[in-house]
């Protein structure tokens, strides 16, 4: 497509919110313009895309299926467009913005909890959390540091190993039939909550123990591990979910594991980082309380030499 024919922002941003108030008199309201130009510009795209977004129903505005099929698309691209604009505003200024990717329930249980009073050592970085499964390139998504489970290898980058891992079986006190569970087998009567990032986890847990079951892969599937730790507290069934995560439920005693054996992972949790953002200030600030923060604090001998201001970073 020619670029002459390609919608302005100005003609995207008259569309989203004349969808938005249902009118093009209280759109032009909003962004100060009069309605005959808001009205203009809604006119330019319908013709570049050769499809009516509106139609008049009672003298009342509304979406036709393909406005609302672009609607989506174009809310996409004026997001996109916020998002790296505040980026840029930040770059390379006295207030810096960190963003760091975690797996979901990790960054609630694990993460979360350490970053408090980082703020009062780092006031100027602000942070930008986001919860990231599948994997992807950090350059592109611009993320500074990301924190994941596996093998300790990532394109690009470098890792640092922060927790080794053991996964348990926990339900809820409730569920437990009142003979108890004398074989480990015999946790399949109660369902087997599966998770979806981690298929295998039920069959190498009974392998483990030279147990074989069918039941292995059925069971509900959730997401994360913060799911089905909800849902075998609700008395859905028993999750297989790494231990640290669910200490606070088995402390308070919401939880329970109903049959002692635990297998060790043969991945753990890491923290990646760009290769060459290693001396950056701002990520090199949060590697440091990241490490002091662990119950064993490490220490790593490259991040003792001076940091390069994120204004140099490319």
Same mark, same amino acid.
């Given at each position: ?136 390139? %950090?350059? *592109? =998504?611009? $993320?500074? /540091? ?13 890792? #640092?190993?922060? %927790?080794? *891992? =053991?996964? $348990?079986? /926990? ?13 480990? #087998? ?129």
């Amino acid at each position: 497509m020619n670029r002459r024919h390609l919608p302005t922002l100005a003609a995207m941003q008259c569309f989203e919110a004349s969808a938005r108030h249902l009118s093009f008199t209280r759109a032009a309201d909003e962004l100060s313009l009069t309605q005959s130009a808001v009205s203009k510009q809604v006119a330019q795209l319908e013709s570049i895309l050769e499809h009516p977004l509106f139609r008049r129903v009672r003298k009342r505005l509304q979406v036709t299926p393909e406005g609302s099929l672009y609607l989506t698309e174009v809310r996409k691209v004026l997001a996109q467009v916020e998002m790296s604009t505040r980026y840029m505003q930040s770059y390379g200024g006295q207030s810096e913005v960190l963003n760091v990717t975690t797996l979901p329930t990790f960054g609630a249980r694990w993460l979360i909890p350490r970053l408090n009073g980082f703020r009062f050592r780092h006031p100027n970085v602000y942070l930008n959390i986001s919860n990231r499964v599948e994997p992807f390139d %950090l350059e *592109e =998504e611009r $993320v500074d /540091v990301a924190f994941f489970f596996g093998h300790g290898v990532w394109p690009k980058a470098e890792c #640092l190993k922060l %927790l080794d *891992e =053991e996964v $348990v079986p /926990v339900c809820a006190p409730s569920a437990l039939p009142e003979a108890g569970i004398k074989d480990p #087998l015999a946790l399949t009567q109660l369902v087997l909550l599966q998770n979806a990032t981690r298929p295998e986890a039920w069959h190498d847990w009974f392998e483990a123990q030279g147990c074989y079951t069918s039941h292995s892969y059925h069971g509900p599937r959730f997401d994360t591990f913060y799911m089905a730790m909800q849902a075998a507290r609700a008395g859905c069934g028993v999750a297989l979910v790494p231990r640290f995560l669910a200490e606070e439920e088995l402390q308070s005693g919401q939880l329970m594991i109903p049959w002692s054996f635990s297998l060790v992972s043969n991945s753990s949790y890491y923290l990646a980082y760009p290769e060459h953002k290693g001396e950056v200030c701002k990520v090199k600030g949060f590697i440091e309380w990241i490490l002091e923060h662990l119950e064993s604090p490490t220490k790593i001998a490259g991040l003792q030499r001076p940091c390069i201001p994120a204004t140099e970073d490319g």
